[in-house]
C-alpha cells in the first residue's frame, strides 16, 4: 500500500446559477486559556462554503497525523483554573450560517423529514454550523479537502455522500465534473455551481445511477448507517475502473493517553452511554477504524490508511493541535444537545431534565484543564482496478 498523500487540486469556480434539486427514486444521476496566554483565534469558516480547502503544510502532511508519540499537554494549561480556560476556550469562535427550511421540531430542534427517525441528529441551523466546524476539523487535520490522488482533469462524474452543502465546494474544485451530492436533508444554499446537483435520499436505499463515477466522496458518517460493508460495495460497483473512494471518518468513543479520562468521567460516561445507543440501532458509532477492512474486502486496491488525533481544548502544546481541540472543543459544547436529545430519550428512555443535568456535568468536565480527552479521525481512500 502506497504512504504517500494525494495533493488537491482547485479550479476557478464558474458563475452560480439556480440549484438543482432531486428527491425521486426514480433512475438519476445520484448522489457537513487564562488570561494573557491565549493562543491565536483560529479564522472562521466561510458562510456558504461548507467545504472550502486550507493550504496544506509545507512538508504535505498535517501535524495531526499519529506518529506514534503522546500529545504534549499545554503547561499553561495543566493548573487549576476551570473558569479561565472555558473563558479560554470560547474565545475560539466564528459566525457561521445556513440554510433553513421547514421540518419537524423535536426538543426545540429541528430534524429531518425524509424518513423520519433515520437520523439521530437535527438539521437546523444549530446544527449545519457544527458540521461548518466539524469541516474546518477535517480539513485542518489533513491539510485540505481530500487525500487520494485524483487528477481534477479526469473527474467526470463525482459522488458526495452524506453532502449537507459540501457538493457545491467539490463542484468549485472540480468544475468540468457533474458533481452529485446525496444526502437526507436539503440544506441547500440559495445558488451553486451549474455542475452541482443535489439528491434528497436514502444511500443505503438501492442505487440507480445510470452512469459510474469517477471519484466517490463520504464523510462523517459515524452512527449513520446500518450497514457498512454494503455501502461500501455499492461504492465499489458504481465506480468506474480506475476511479477512487475517499473515507474519512471518526471513532467517536472518547480517550486519554495521560489517563486523564477516567471511566467515571462524565464526559467519557456520556459518549459512551451515546454510542451505545447508537450500537444498539444497528449504526456503528465508530467506523473509523474498520473502513480499511471494509474497503479491501470491497476488491479496492491501493490501498491508504492514514489515522489522525483529534483533542478537545487548547490544552495541546503544539499550536496545530491546539486549534484543532479548539475547533473540536466548541462543536461539542455548541452540539451538546443535538447529539444527545434524541437518543437519549427515545431509545434510552430519559427525560429532558435528566439529561440537561447531565450535560451540565459534561460541560464542567470540557472546560477542566486537567482532561486531555481526544478521538480519532481515520481517512481511508483506494482504487478501483
Given at each position: 500500500m502506497s504512504n504517500e498523500p494525494g495533493s488537491a487540486e482547485t479550479g476557478s469556480p464558474p458563475a452560480p446559477p439556480a440549484q438543482e434539486v432531486s428527491v425521486s427514486r426514480t433512475p438519476s444521476p445520484n448522489k457537513p486559556g487564562p488570561a494573557g496566554s491565549s493562543p491565536p483565534k483560529p479564522s472562521p469558516p466561510k458562510s456558504g462554503s461548507a467545504r472550502s480547502s486550507p493550504p496544506r503544510s509545507e512538508s504535505g502532511r498535517a501535524a495531526a497525523i499519529d506518529s506514534g508519540a503522546n500529545i504534549e499537554v499545554d503547561d499553561a494549561f495543566d493548573d487549576d483554573r476551570d473558569s479561565a480556560i472555558g473563558d479560554a476556550q470560547t474565545t475560539?469562535?466564528?459566525?457561521?450560517?445556513?440554510?433553513?427550511?421547514?421540518?419537524?421540531?423535536?426538543?426545540?430542534?429541528?430534524?429531518?423529514?425524509?424518513?423520519?427517525?433515520?437520523?439521530?441528529?437535527?438539521?437546523?441551523?444549530?446544527?449545519?454550523?457544527?458540521?461548518?466546524?466539524?469541516?474546518?476539523?477535517?480539513?485542518?487535520?489533513i491539510g485540505g479537502l481530500y487525500l487520494a490522488p485524483i487528477e481534477a482533469e479526469k473527474m467526470t462524474r463525482i459522488l458526495d455522500i452524506g453532502t449537507g452543502t459540501g457538493a457545491m465546494t467539490i463542484g468549485d474544485e472540480f468544475p468540468n465534473a457533474e458533481v452529485i451530492g446525496n444526502d437526507l436533508s436539503a440544506n441547500l444554499p440559495t445558488f451553486v455551481p451549474g455542475n452541482v446537483k443535489f439528491e434528497v435520499d436514502d444511500v443505503e436505499s438501492e442505487w440507480l445511477h445510470d452512469s459510474k463515477f469517477s471519484w466517490i466522496f463520504c464523510r462523517y458518517m459515524a452512527a449513520s448507517i446500518f450497514d457498512w460493508p454494503k455501502l461500501v460495495k455499492n461504492i465499489h460497483e458504481n465506480l468506474e475502473t480506475g476511479g477512487w473512494c475517499e473515507f474519512q471518518d471518526f471513532d467517536l468513543l472518547?480517550?486519554?493517553?495521560?489517563?486523564?479520562?477516567?471511566?467515571?468521567?462524565?464526559?467519557?460516561?456520556?459518549?459512551?452511554?451515546?454510542?451505545?445507543?447508537?450500537?444498539?440501532?444497528g449504526r456503528d458509532p465508530n467506523p473509523g477504524s474498520k473502513l480499511e477492512g471494509w474497503v479491501q474486502d470491497a476488491g479496492f486496491g491501493n490501498i491508504v490508511h492514514r489515522r489522525y488525533k483529534i483533542p478537545f481544548g487548547v490544552w495541546p502544546k503544539d499550536p496545530h493541535l491546539k486549534e484543532l481541540g479548539a475547533y473540536n472543543y466548541r462543536q461539542l459544547s455548541e452540539g451538546l444537545e443535538g447529539l444527545t436529545l434524541r437518543l437519549y430519550t427515545s431509545v434510552l428512555g430519559w427525560n429532558e431534565e435528566e439529561i440537561y443535568a447531565l450535560l451540565a456535568q459534561v460541560r464542567r468536565e470540557l472546560n477542566n484543564p486537567r482532561i486531555h480527552a481526544l478521538f480519532d479521525l481515520h481517512v481511508v481512500y483506494a482504487q478501483k482496478l
Open positions: 475560539y469562535t466564528s459566525s457561521l450560517a445556513s440554510s433553513v427550511l421547514d421540518y419537524p421540531v423535536e426538543y426545540g430542534r429541528r430534524y429531518h423529514a425524509y424518513r423520519s427517525g433515520r437520523y439521530s441528529r437535527p438539521n437546523d441551523e444549530q446544527e449545519m454550523d457544527r458540521l461548518l466546524l466539524i469541516h474546518e476539523i477535517i480539513t485542518l487535520a472518547y480517550y486519554s493517553e495521560d489517563g486523564s479520562l477516567a471511566p467515571d468521567n462524565p464526559l467519557l460516561s456520556w459518549i459512551t452511554t451515546l454510542t451505545n445507543a447508537a450500537q444498539s440501532l
